[in-house]
């Protein structure tokens, strides 16, 4: 994603997220799973999806939490999250739970990620249902985690979820806000995010593929130039 955030509504920022960034990083995670020899770089492709996801969800969240339908949105996230994390990885292992870790420091930084937190109507208990989620991803996430991150207003919060905090590397919310993944498409489909190549996933780009739904949204049809959204390669057929 860019460094800078783009005029775009939340809407748009929902829609591509709902639409477009979680089924991609879910079905990489089925490619992982399975251990398809055809897409040997699969888990490499998956970190990379990860790391867009959350550090989309968290760069745009603001313009998203209004939204009636966030935390719908936000559950099917935390479940693709989950499901990035079922497989024999070790890179994954590590890189998944490191990301969910710092999105959750910095939403808590921000005043989003508290015991309070419910989505718009008030009929959902996000902090709740986070933490039930994130769970599954790495037992080392629990509300504990965000005393021990010395995060003010967070020193007495218990841990309602059992597990203690180690394992999973820390970057501060300052660190985790200024690091974001910049992905620029080449020729051919190939794909660059923060320096790394990835053949497996033909984006398009990220940008294009929410321009396109803003485009929409507003009943035109045109695509923008460089991309057509964000798809996967499917299997060759045997």
Same mark, same amino acid.
């Given at each position: 994603?860019?460094?800078? /955030?783009?005029?775009? /509504? #939340? ?19 089925? @490619? ?6 055809? @897409? =040997? ?18 760069? @745009? ?34 890189? +998944? ?45 629990? =509300?504990?985690?965000?005393? /021990?991150?010395?995060?003010? *207003?967070? *020193? %007495? ?8 905090? #180690? ?12 690091? +974001? ?13 923060? *320096? ?8 398009? %780009?990220? +940008? ?15 695509? =923008?130039?460089? #991309? ?7 299997? =060759?057929?045997?």
């Amino acid at each position: 994603m860019s460094s800078e /955030s783009l005029l775009l /509504s #939340g809407t748009v920022w929902l829609r591509t997220l709902t639409d477009i960034i979680t089924p991609l990083t879910g079905e990489l995670a089925g @490619y992982v799973s399975s251990r398809n020899k055809s @897409y =040997p770089g699969a888990d490499k492709s998956l970190r990379l999806a990860v790391q867009c996801l959350t550090k989309t969800a968290l760069q @745009y969240m603001s313009l998203m939490l209004p939204l009636p339908g966030f935390a719908e949105a936000w559950s099917r996230m935390l479940v693709t999250l989950q499901a990035a994390t079922k497989n024999q990885s070790e890179e994954l292992a590590e890189a +998944v739970p490191e990301c969910v870790k710092n999105m959750l420091l910095v939403m808590a930084a921000k005043g989003i990620l508290v015991p309070e937190w419910r989505d718009v109507g008030g009929k959902h208990n996000l902090w709740d249902l986070t933490w039930a989620k994130v769970k599954v991803v790495s037992q080392s996430l629990v =509300p504990s985690m965000l005393a /021990s991150s010395s995060i003010p *207003g967070f *020193g %007495d919060v218990n841990n309602e979820s059992g597990g203690g905090g #180690g394992g999973v590397g820390v970057a501060t919310a300052q660190q985790q806000q200024e690091e +974001v993944a910049v992905v620029n498409t080449g020729a051919n489909g190939v794909v660059e995010v923060d *320096g790394d190549i990835v053949h497996e996933v033909v984006l398009g %780009d990220v +940008v294009d593929a929410a321009a396109a739904v803003a485009a929409e949204g507003m009943g035109g049809g045109a695509q =923008p130039q460089g #991309g057509a959204g964000l798809q996967v390669l499917e299997p =060759p057929q045997v």
